[in-house]
């Protein structure tokens, strides 16, 4: 279900480990989760002193608040669970990203490393089972 606006200026009034577990709720029950893409498909990455940051949404509508400025060309792919698991998470760990788990328009979300990213997934996976 899209969040409408009162939810969206709710949840990012929200500290970002509010967000990050409002996000891993979310995602564990629509089982789909958003990043940004380049015309030819490649993630974009963000950077944070030394690291590389992979941003993730649990909404289009959330990742549609962070197309601006050196993102403007940005479209929004959406994420399967069992693709994430299965290709995505294997592709941030090849490159050693972190995942940004819910940035907003100018400001960090939570940063993860994929593998507490992935299990804390698992965990609230396990609960809609």
């Known amino acids: ?6 939810e969206i200026e709710a949840v990012s009034k929200l500290q970002p480990f509010d ?39 649990s909404s289009e509508e ?11 060309y940005a479209k929004i792919k959406e994420i399967s669970v069992n693709d994430f698991l299965n290709e995505t998470s294997n592709f941030i760990l ?17 940063i993860v490393t994929n593998e507490e990213f992935t299990r804390d997934l698992k965990v609230e996976l396990e609960n809609y089972e």
């Open 1 to 6: 279900m899209k969040p409408n606006k009162f």
């Open 19 to 57: 967000r990050y577990k409002y996000f891993i709720k979310k995602v564990a029950d629509s089982e789909k989760m958003f990043a940004l893409v380049d015309d030819f498909e490649n993630y974009l990455i963000s950077t944070l002193e030394e690291n590389k940051l992979f941003p993730l949404w």
């Open 62 to 72: 959330f990742a549609l608040n962070c197309i601006v400025d050196g993102w403007a």
């Open 94 to 110: 090849k490159n050693n990203y972190l995942v940004n788990v819910f940035p907003l328009t100018y400001t960090t979300g939570f």
